[in-house]
């Protein structure tokens, strides 16, 4: 399977936009669920989004909304959907980077692991 | 007014600017804040967090329908995103630092602007001469399928490129949008590279700027979920749907219409931020 004459740059790019539509569908159906559950229990409180506070910690970082989800809280569980939808593109990069790979294309191993890295720095910034 | 009214109307606001975004080609995330800033009296820091995210779902979404066409570039995507997420990095912490007057008044020249350039006929691409010896080092030469069968294209001044490239995804990451219009100028005018294979490497790179810039957001307490959530839904079933109708639809029309509306919005964004409603 990982023979480089069967990994055109058009083979890749299908594998790639599946896994976008996959990840993405995945990512809109948590949403949706978290969305429901969010709506039953607080649908008849008063909106306000006018007044900037920021959102609580437990909302923003990797453990606290893991944490959150886990309880069933539907604002985690949405939480947890909008993360899934930002780890799609860089699970692209790094799909994109492994089958450069495999073409033995170092120029573009390189070139995607750097963006993977700006990627990723800016998605664990949340982690802690 | 309670969240399920706020949701409903949204979730209803986000689901038309994704379509006619799909429809004229122009984008959904463009309309977005305006409409949440200004109709909905949204914080402009939450707006922005709801609009990147709703940016990378149709991006995501989109990418399997533009793939059928076969014309999108990889490598010049891929060497580009460095420009990008770089300048998405710095749009976001700048985000934090300037005051919420600044990134209204930006917001309304970047939609002026795009209104401008979507008034104009798309450029036929430019006559092929000698590429740029750094793209052909690049490997970012390629084909696309027209009726007389592949054309061979090749790319020109990449520092160029790449350098709008960076601009394009601070204001990504410092307003929430795609930044498709100075994509597109930097491929289109800078690098010569044709209409068809331009846009359709466009959309592939958003969804990577804007993950580059919603991570910040997100650590940083600007992606509030119960607004989020309708946005993003909105938007990518609104794209979803205009994507369907465009095959069947003459859109030069609606086009016009949709850049005026855009135009207006940006006047609108930047009195408002004149007037201190940010």
């Known amino acids: ?128 | 007014m309670n969240i399920l009214e706020f949701t409903i109307l949204v979730g209803l606001g986000s689901f038309l600017a994704g379509f006619l975004g799909a429809l004229t080609g122009l984008g959904g995330g463009v309309v977005l804040v305006p409409l949440l800033t200004l109709l909905f009296k949204v914080d402009i820091r939450y707006a922005v967090g709801a609009s990147l995210v709703s940016v990378i779902a149709t991006s995501s979404g989109a990418a399997a329908a533009y793939l059928k066409d076969g014309f999108s570039n990889i490598r010049i995507g891929m060497f580009l995103e460095i420009a990008t997420t770089l300048g998405a990095l710095l749009g976001a912490f700048l985000a934090a630092s300037v005051s919420t007057t600044a990134i209204g008044i930006v917001f309304g020249l970047v939609l002026l602007y795009s209104a401008y350039t979507s008034s104009r006929a798309p450029a036929e691409s430019p006559e092929d001469s000698q590429p740029d010896p750094l793209a052909t080092r690049l490997g970012m030469n390629g084909t696309y399928p027209s009726l007389s069968g592949p054309k061979d294209y090749h790319v020109h001044r990449v520092p160029a490129g790449f350098s709008l490239m960076f601009g394009a995804g601070a204001l990504s990451g410092l307003l929430g949008i795609g930044s498709g219009a100075v994509k597109v100028l930097a491929m289109d005018q800078a690098m010569g590279i044709p209409f068809k294979v331009s846009t359709t490497t466009s959309n592939f790179m958003i969804g990577v700027t804007a993950a580059a810039s919603a991570g910040v957001y997100l650590s940083r307490g600007y992606v509030d979920p119960g607004l989020a959530m309708p946005v993003m839904l909105g938007v990518l079933a609104g794209s979803l749907a205009g994507a369907r109708v465009l095959a069947r639809t003459k859109t030069q029309q609606l086009r016009v219409v949709f850049a005026l509306v855009i135009a207006a919005l940006g006047a609108e964004m930047i009195y408002g931020a004149f007037t201190g409603k940010f």
Do not use: C
């Open chain 1, 1 to 128: 399977m990982f023979r480089k004459a069967d990994w055109t740059d058009q083979k890749v790019e299908v594998i790639i936009a599946n896994l976008l539509r996959i990840g993405v569908t995945f990512a809109a159906t948590v949403v949706l669920a978290g969305g429901l559950v969010f709506l039953v229990r607080h649908g008849l409180s008063h909106a306000n989004y006018h007044a900037f506070v920021g959102e609580p910690t437990d909302l923003r970082s990797w453990m606290g909304i893991l944490h959150s989800a886990l309880n069933l809280r539907g604002r985690g569980i949405i939480q947890l959907g909008l993360l899934l939808l930002i780890a799609t593109p860089v699970a692209r990069v790094a799909f994109a980077a492994f089958a450069f790979a495999v073409e033995r294309d170092w120029l573009y191993v390189g070139i995607s692991s750097f963006v993977l890295l700006v990627l990723l720095y800016s998605l664990l910034g949340s982690a802690v």
